[in-house]
């Protein structure tokens, strides 16, 4: 640990929760330098959907690494490029009629973002974007003005918002108040002082920011509202896409064809960066060069992108195990709320993207923080860091995924409990605990 | 091909210049899909210093790999990121008597810039940022906004240029013209229009802006102007970096110490996306988090960018090889300068960053497209892509660089040579001429 | 008129809308260069609340200009200057039980708004300022980039936006919906896209924005989210203020007290050029002469400033005045949206500040044109156009009011009657009408 | 003077300067409440070309007043509007073969440059405005990302410059460089971060900044490389211009066209607020009302401005009386640099817009307040107030102006002495000196 702590800039954020030096890494565990097995919650903030170090993967990984495939190419055409995009387009594009092209953004969720905005602003000529509240769409200038976390965007030391206005998302004024009306509404009004953006940019689940999922009505309506004032629609899928919540683009279920999609994380199946932005062809107006970057053909992340779309897209079977492993979370996290909740905690999200709201950032906390003092990685999300995110694995075995609630019951059981009634818990490496490695 | 045509967008850059699909790659060479091989004076744009696929790394990332070591941990401490620390430290950083902190960005240049603009804001509480004629940082928002290209510029869609003052560069003025006393002038001036810079950011060498390099008499000057007016220095040293200049650090010959520095493209050794940005320890003032982003521990990056210091920079003899083969560029293309410039072309760079001003864009890329005709890939840059620029590998063997610059030579003969004493050229693929694999 | 079309820029509105030389002018009325008279329910768009050249304000102004009073003095301490004072002091603020200092700003309302919001974010150090839909502050850019109107807004050709936040109005998301929740929420939630602003800027009657009048109790909840985040409240009150909604300031009947308030138009009483700030003594953190202006010492309105002060308000006689004068016009438009609005008319509005929104633009603009055929200058205001503006002088006779508003009701009647039923209106000026002069 | 403390803002800046209450002005003179006399050698920061309460605009204004012409009229046609056409277009703009349609602002100058800016940038349909170092064009927001002060910028406590580039001014970077050749190297330069701008916007002596005057050549050679760029060139001559530099508009004698001009303080002859804008028929491409105002249309300040022009600008008489004065200064102030300037003052300026840099602030400030004690106003400019601003009345008297700057030589004098070589001065009033009244 001693050259971090000389080292590491203070920046560092799940260092700090998880504060262990991790030398291994197994599907849906992490292995500390002193062999500790811990379950993992996290999969990356949504980039191991597929868990970590997927042997399928590895072994495509390897053999290209041996035969010495081209690395970094730049923008180059390479076999590698070419053998993603087949992929892609046969299993994922062709069988949900979407017509997109694909571009290679720097290998970060953000860079997908920038150059999104970019696009969106180019073709309509028009320089505004509507963002909601709670959106979490990146740290680099353009896509921090889109978000609404206020530690990030204090960060920025400039101005921000120029050429954004920010609405509410599903459920922001409260039920039975449709925010899409409201943003149809200053869209109508030339008078409004919302200028008649160029795009809209939304999550259909919002991963940071508490994971708030959009009904699909409201997906729907924001789709019309677009249309109507011939706005782009961009889902910034990078969190909730990729198999997270059911399907393979969040938005499928809706029925919605945004113009533009954003992606990242499990794109590239591996863990390795990796970032595309997906546009319908009349849109894809780039000029050569345009938007550029040093990794935006990160090709050992094309080979395991391919890989991770051959095995668990070529049919609906995984879409079947997310949704059934989804139901179970939902159904384990009922039984929770409705057992420590105290009437005051709420479930949200969607397929294997899920929340318990603890009302508290400070009850919150303190239930991750014992998690992991019993083996299972978790964090939180939302404003005051108060909602409990699921974000497991999607290939989770069922065994892992029940013993990882089941600390996180006990968690929940345990600091919900009055301070006089419990016993301080022992740590989980401390004792031998059962269902330890 | 046809599958780029169908869905990879019009943004390509690269591509359209080199026109093939390639399949493999080792050390100063590329590989087409037709077996052709060609010599590369791109290097990734900088970021294959070591070459490609260099062997020794290659077998420290299989073992990283079999032994199923973390390839995706977000900010976790790892063993990687321990043992990239460790080396870095001892051979990078002590040697040189710097004390940087470190700080792990998403694995993007212009991620890396984001941040150090961040850091230097925040710290700072100014917002201005002074940039340089020409200068080159990025593509993502904020980057943009310190960059000079219009054509980048221009896709942004929205204003920059809020809070950066663009002044000249080095040279800029004319010989005799020392624009750092510009600088200062407008600091000390109160009326100057120029507001008090949290920072200037500045490339030793700047890459894309036309290979122009900054005098070390400059770069001491432009440091004694930022101390005297308490305005911090960022050295983005993401492309002449890493050794690409004489030493590891393109700053060092001057005597300089940054406050800041960016690193990217060759840190990662491998071509593997990688960004940090170091910083003198009383500037590490972030809070947990503030920057994040889901890719700002590449781990398999961390294996290679270690061995890359382990391998090259334990001693001086690196340093040395540059030194020599940048002196025989020199020396080639001052001949070729001499002999076919008419006095119109110029030279420009330092160490293996070099760069042959045509004056005349369309005539630079007659001469790079002749070039790759004939089996050498190497590109152009500045304000109107004028300037021809090696960046070949600093590993190229001595063979390969001479028979790139007789390539080279070649096509500058041929294209400066009128056109009807000229039979037209045989492309290099069509014959079989004798400098072919 | 040849000269205004050879000379004049096509900027011109209200001449496009009124196309007449005008000669003279007293009370409430205007007269052309043939002598026809009009009745002035513009009352220059708020300014002339005390109506055209008031004989008592005239022979001030007179004097002082007869004895070489200072007309020009910068911010130079003048006796007209320190005489106005007395009188603010006196007869305004003290009743009130209001402390404010005193800003001269250059004598235009969007100067005074450009200082105030200067001020507010240079006292909290925060850059963001929350304003409302349908709003309407001026055309600088600063006071634009919190003014509603896109038609307005699109001729800043750069950026407007950058630290604003525009929020609905009272009433704009529907009856029953309480928009300073909103407000609450998005500055309660630190995850909303909203900065923490330095102020709200809000007109308590909307003037341009379509005389949407807040209520008392939604204007005393914003006070009060105002006061929970420490957020400061700017009243412009530069169309409202000086006794056209009932009382001298537009928010007094709310019981609410404003941390700055601007005012501008009748507060100069003659109709001369000139603008204040108000602001708590405590917020008086300006370095001298850091917001300035050559003319903000406009001497001679600092005389009928004065002279409308004294005359008008030692008692509360005036504004029972107005009081009477506004049931009057809310009896009359009553009847008239009643009879001849078919359920689509609404009112709205406040004291003398009032509007019939007839929800098309089109047949607004159908009615006041009918009206100035007939002698009555009448505008409209709004998003479309669509609401008749109400503005006629307070001091205007019980005559020329019903009056004014007979000829409105006619050209509604004729207007509103279907085409076919009616033969085309002859001009009132081109007939000898009785109600002419 | 209690009023003042208890009331009025602390953002006064003249009335610390001068702090008397003033009662009366005539001609050059002002007068206090004690009946004081003083030489003004302000004019109202160039308000007062004409002096104080001119008695041929007085009757003029009077009468006008007196038979109830329009005062106040938004942008209606009006009598005394078109009379100031009349007259402007006859004696100002036809004899100078200079063909402007006229557009009547908000009545400050910095709501002229505001409209200025946004046409420039309507037209271009380009945001980026090059503005000077030293610059000076009001304190609203748009005005203010213009202009270089510091102190003034510092106050907006938001971001300025978005879209604003600073180039230096004439003489900037010292003797020999030529900047418009900088200006247009930038502009030539597709990579040099300055983007093309809509407009360069130049005073042609900078009044705020300095009394810096441009030269003739420079201000052609600045034209021509807007001309090459295809750039407007607007030139601000709000401070220079009505004769202040001995021609009605200060850039004839250079021989330029500017697109758009912009014109306020004296234009409207007696110190009333007003302020138009010039610009070429094709250039007037406003749409109505997209710039709008209270108070573009003050009447009393058309009829004085029309005055002036019927008075002093039918033939060249006047221009000769400014340039016989401006020599007389230049030769008085040339004699008193040569004496007292110990080699480090320099002279400044143009016509009768003069300034003497004393290099310090310190100095600069402790004659000009030497100078009040004697009976004479006169201020500073420049980035540290170090030049001593001579800005008397054009219409000021031979022996008024020699009296004027023997008061200043003896201050200058005093000053410049050694502390223990002078007795402390006697302050003018209580003395019986013998140049007072």
């Known amino acids: 640990m001693k050259i971090f702590e000389e080292l590491e800039s203070e920046v560092q954020s799940y ?51 041996m035969e010495d495939g081209v690395t ?18 046969e299993y994922i594009l062709k069988p ?29 000529g028009r320089e505004n974007i509507v963002s909601f509240t709670n959106g979490f769409h990146g740290c680099s200038l353009g896509s921090l003005s889109v978000t609404g976390n206020s530690h990030h965007r ?3 030391g400039t101005s921000l918002g120029a050429g954004v206005s920010t609405v509410p998302f599903d459920g922001y004024l409260g039920d039975g108040i449709e925010t899409t009306e409201y943003l149809d509404k200053v869209l109508s009004d030339s008078s409004s002082g919302v200028d008649l953006p160029a795009a809209v940019i939304v999550e259909t689940v919002q991963g940071e920011g508490g994971i708030n999922a959009a009904s699909f009505e409201w997906l729907q309506n924001l789709e019309a509202v677009c249309k109507k004032h011939e706005v782009l629609l961009i889902v910034d899928d990078i969190q909730a896409g990729c198999g997270r919540t059911g399907t393979f683009f969040s938005f499928e279920p809706a029925g919605i064809k945004p113009d533009i999609v954003t992606m ?55 879409e079947k195990e997310i949704q059934r492993k989804g139901d179970y979370i939902l159904k384990r996290t009922q039984a929770i709320v409705d057992k420590y909740g105290e009437g005051n905690f709420t479930l949200h999200g969607r397929g294997m993207m899920r929340g ?42 069922d065994e892992d995924l029940k013993q990882g609630i089941d600390i996180l019951e006990s968690a929940i059981k345990e600091v919900c409990a009055k301070e006089d009634d419990m016993p301080e818990a022992k740590s989980y490496f401390d004792e031998n605990y059962d269902i330890a490695v």
Chains 1, 2, 3, 4 share one sequence.
């Open 15 to 65: 260092a700090r929760s998880f504060p262990r030096v991790f030398h291994r890494a197994q599907g849906a565990h992490l292995f500390d330098e002193d062999g500790n097995k811990y379950i993992d919650f996290l999969a990356g903030a949504g980039t191991l959907n597929y868990g970590h170090n997927n042997p399928v993967f590895k072994e495509k990984l390897i053999e290209y690494i």
């Open 72 to 89: 970094h190419g730049l923008d180059l055409h390479t076999k590698a490029k070419a053998a993603f995009l087949e992929s892609f387009n």
């Open 96 to 124: 949900r009629d979407l017509e997109y092209m694909v571009q290679f953004t720097g290998p970060t969720g953000t860079n997908a973002v920038e150059a999104a905005l970019k696009l969106a602003r180019n073709v309509t």
């Open 154 to 156: 204090g960060a920025a």
């Open 264 to 318: 990242s994380k499990s794109i590239g199946g591996y863990g390795l960066p990796f970032a595309i932005v997906l546009m319908t062809p009349e849109l894809d107006q780039w000029k050569p060069g345009e938007h550029n970057g040093t990794f935006r053909g990160n090709n050992l992340a094309f080979v395991t992108a391919k890989a991770a779309i051959d095995t668990f897209w070529k049919d609906n079977t995984f």
């Open 356 to 397: 318990i709201n603890c009302v508290s950032g400070e009850l919150a906390g303190k239930i991750t923080h014992k998690c992991f003092q019993n083996g299972l990685m978790i964090e939180t999300s939302g404003a005051d860091d108060h909602v409990v995110k699921f974000l497991c694995p999607l290939i989770i075995s």
